[in-house]
Every structure is written in structure tokens, then in C-alpha cells.
């Protein structure tokens, strides 16, 4: 079953900050999150496993929230490199928990 | 440049062609994935190759036959396709199926069946 991202959509202005969701119904092993720009592959931003971790590179950081079955994805101070739409991946825990599951992905759009 | 590379880019084909599409990996890795992206819909997963062993067939039709000869390679071999198969395919590798690994994708290939 598809993780639920929240919201659809956003639009920034450039600096501004925004956080997008991730939830899902099963008991997560990982969370992995993506962006991708028009017309280019998805690029790997980071993964959360499960133990409620929380990372960070630059000004995009995450947390995992096992009990919620949650992830955040927190975009702080964005630039316009920022563009692009972001999916979150979920491995769930057993089975063939090998298989990424995406959401149908956010648009975030930053504007000078 | 994330080190898999797809070809051909774009490809547009009629519901009777017989074509391939080809993927490859410079990562070293040992797990290759097929996925379609579809307007509107979430990447969905196709097929997963481990070690150029299958491990998983996602229900997809047989229109669709993948081929995976060495770890680096992996075809997505197709003939007489519709056109709701029109979509981005990507294909992804990770170093193994562990579940903390991450994928790295390629550029895709867009297919659209007239």
C-alpha cells in the first residue's frame, strides 16, 4: 500500500521553509526520500530507518516517527535549486521488505 | 550524472514493434530494479533483478519481459504494447537488497505506443 504525501503541492518564495509528509498505514522498516527536477531521474536524498532517527545534509533534514508510521521532510531557508517534486519511498518491516512502495510525490515550487 | 545510464532517451513505437530498452550500471552494484512512471501516479515497480537472479515480478503483463545478463545490465525487452503503456520507465540499482540501501536511478526512457 502507497504512502500518503502531504500536501500536493507548494509554492515558496525563495528563503522561505516548508515541510512535506509522509505517512503510511503499515509498520515502516525505512523511509527514503527523492527529488525529482523535470525530465531528469530522481536523485537520493536521504534514508531514515526505523529507531524515530532524524538527519540531515545542508538545509534539508528528516525525521521518522515509528509510532506515527511518519516521516517529515524539512526544507529550510529554500533556493531555487530547491525545484522539483520530492516522493517518499517506504520499505515496510517483514516480508519483502526489499520492495520501495513511492507516494505520488509533492511539487514544490521556489520563486525568486 | 548518477552513474546508470538508459538508452534510448525517448522512444516512440506502435502497438506491433518489438524494441528493447537498455539500462546500465557503473556503481559496482548487485540489485537492478525496473520502474514505470505514469502522469499522475506514483513510481510503480516492475521487476527486481539480485545477483541477475529475478526476485520479483510485480504482476506485470507479459508484454513486458526483462532480461538481466550481468549485474550491470539490465533490458526491458517489449512487444505488443498498448497505449496506456506509454510512461517514463526508470530503471535503479542499489548495492544489494538490504533495506537501508539506497537506489540510484537513471534518466529513464519515454515511451510513448501509438
Known amino acids: 500500500q502507497q504512502p500518503v504525501q502531504s500536501p500536493q503541492a507548494v509554492i515558496l518564495r525563495e528563503g522561505e521553509d516548508a515541510v512535506i509528509n509522509c505517512s503510511s498505514s503499515?509498520?515502516?522498516?525505512?523511509v527514503h526520500w527523492y527529488r525529482q527536477k523535470h525530465g531528469e531521474a530522481p536523485v537520493f536524498l536521504m534514508i531514515?530507518?526505523?529507531?524515530?532517527e532524524q538527519k540531515g545534509h545542508d538545509k534539508i533534514s528528516a525525521s521518522f516517527n515509528e509510532k506515527k508510521q511518519q516521516s517529515s521532510l524539512y526544507l529550510t531557508a529554500s533556493q531555487l535549486s530547491y525545484s522539483g517534486t520530492y516522493f517518499c519511498g517506504t520499505r515496510n518491516s517483514g516480508g519483502s521488505n526489499y520492495k520501495l512502495t513511492f507516494g505520488k510525490g509533492t511539487l514544490l515550487t521556489v520563486n525568486p | 550524472e548518477t552513474g546508470v545510464t538508459q538508452t534510448p532517451r525517448h522512444l516512440v513505437m506502435g502497438m506491433t514493434n518489438k524494441k528493447s530498452l537498455k539500462c546500465e550500471q557503473h556503481?559496482?552494484?548487485?540489485?537492478m530494479y525496473w520502474y514505470k512512471q505514469s502522469a499522475k501516479k506514483p513510481l510503480e515497480l516492475m521487476f527486481v533483478?539480485?545477483?541477475?537472479?529475478?526476485?520479483e515480478n510485480n504482476s506485470v503483463p507479459s508484454r513486458f519481459s526483462p532480461e538481466c545478463p550481468n549485474s550491470s545490465h539490465l533490458f526491458l525487452h517489449l512487444h505488443t504494447l498498448q497505449p496506456e503503456d506509454s510512461a517514463l520507465y526508470l530503471c535503479?540499482?542499489?548495492?544489494?537488497?538490504?533495506?537501508?540501501?539506497?537506489?540510484?536511478f537513471g534518466p529513464g526512457t519515454r515511451l510513448t505506443v501509438t
Open positions: 531514515l530507518l526505523k529507531g524515530g
Open positions: 533483478y539480485n545477483f541477475k537472479e529475478q526476485t
Open positions: 503499515k509498520a515502516l522498516y525505512s
Open positions: 556503481l559496482g552494484h548487485n540489485a
Open positions: 535503479a540499482s542499489s548495492q544489494d537488497l538490504q533495506p537501508g540501501r539506497e537506489q540510484y
